[in-house]
């Protein structure tokens, strides 16, 4: 778990990089973040990339796969094998609820 945090170094979208006594860093990132636009970072989430896939069929699931026969020693067994080929990722998907971003610097809840 913990794989949705930013992986990303340089602009930190949501103020200060964390650190107490990088302070000449922290105007850096600052002014890049003015720069690019991101003085008005929202702490949440509305997207996600989605996990799932469209196969040739335009079927949508996570994993696909296909029941092949094998003969061994004159028995026939069907096995299924998984099909990692033409499948197309479902793409963006808008989220029902909004999250909170995941470096998003803030305590939520202190008991």
């Not at 922290?26 to 196969?55: C, H």
């Not at 949508?60 to 990722?89: C, D, S």
Request: with cysteine.
């Amino acid at each position: 778990m913990g794989g949705s945090g930013s992986k990303a170094k340089g602009v930190w979208p949501f103020g200060g990089s964390g650190a107490a006594g990088d302070a000449a860093s922290e105007v850096i990132d600052q002014s890049l973040a003015r720069q690019r636009g991101l003085k008005n970072a929202t702490p949440f989430v509305f997207t996600r990339r989605s996990s799932l896939y469209y196969d040739e069929d335009g079927d949508l699931a996570h994993e696909f796969y296909e029941e092949t026969v094998v003969t061994k020693n004159g028995r026939k067994k069907a096995k299924l094998k998984r099909i990692q080929k033409n499948l197309i990722p479902q793409g963006i998907v808008r989220l029902a609820h909004p999250c909170i971003h995941v470096d998003f610097p803030v305590v939520l809840c202190e008991a």
